[in-house]
């Protein structure tokens, strides 16, 4: 099976960087993509495609894959940002993975 | 606007079958992969399977013994059955719309139905 591998948690300031790490066997061959949860709400796609941006997502929002690690950076991290992150690739052997999920608080 | 709309049973037994049905509106049913995915209270996200409007299915090895995912194009609503199920099934279950690269594999997930929760308790 193809796993994928996320902390648990990041913290971050206000108005600062927060960056979340995704690692996963040769995970720069495939593409990433990442989700942001809010509790009691359905998951929303931020990034696809390793680092493009769903309409509607804001610019702070940015991604990067390469080598095992694809990165979820939030530039300038406000306090709605708070949320469950998941990245999710799709893999022969599985079909569709996610990453564990990492809580992000802003504090 | 595509909007996804689920329902099903909330409350089963043990070794009953779970069933879900989730309805697409707004945009086209074909060119997609529509998927069922799962997040047990407090954990992680778990995809399922699969199916597309030409009912080709794709499942998570995992529970591929007791999915079936299935297709009725005439209402542009996909449904999910889980058999045998225990308190180990007990999540939110989401259907979502997968959009296919070029490499025809499910890239991303672009529309989220509201959830279900489905509690399995004797």
């Known amino acids: 099976s193809y796993d994928l591998t996320q902390p648990p948690s990041v913290s971050v300031s206000p108005g600062q960087t927060a960056t979340i790490t995704c690692s996963g066997d040769?995970?720069?061959?495939?593409?990433a993509c990442w989700y942001q949860q809010k509790p009691g709400q359905s998951p929303v796609l931020v990034i696809y495609q390793d680092n493009k941006r769903p309409s509607g997502i804001p610019e702070r929002f940015s991604g990067s894959n390469s080598g095992n690690t694809a990165t979820l950076t939030i530039s300038g991290t406000q306090a709605m940002d708070e949320a469950d992150y998941y990245c999710?690739?799709?893999?022969?052997?599985?079909?569709?993975?996610f990453g564990g999920g990492t809580k992000l608080t802003v504090l | 606007q595509v909007q996804l709309q689920q329902w099903g049973a909330g409350l089963l037994k043990p070794s009953e079958t779970l069933s879900l049905t989730c309805a697409v509106y707004?945009?086209?049913?074909?060119?997609?992969?529509w998927s069922w995915i799962r997040q047990p209270p407090g954990k992680g996200l778990e995809w399922i399977g699969e199916i597309n409007r030409s009912g080709n299915t794709n499942y998570n090895p995992s529970l591929k013994s007791r999915v079936t995912i299935s297709v009725d194009t005439s209402k542009n609503q996909f449904s999910l059955k889980l058999t045998s199920v225990t308190a180990a099934d007990t999540a939110v279950y989401y259907c979502a719309r997968g959009q296919v690269d070029t490499a025809m594999i499910t890239a991303y997930f672009d529309y989220w139905g509201q959830g279900t929760l489905v509690t399995v308790s004797s």
């Open positions: 707004g945009g086209s049913f074909s060119g997609y992969y």
């Open positions: 999710q690739a799709w893999d022969s052997s599985t079909g569709v993975v």
């Open positions: 040769k995970l720069g061959d495939k593409y």
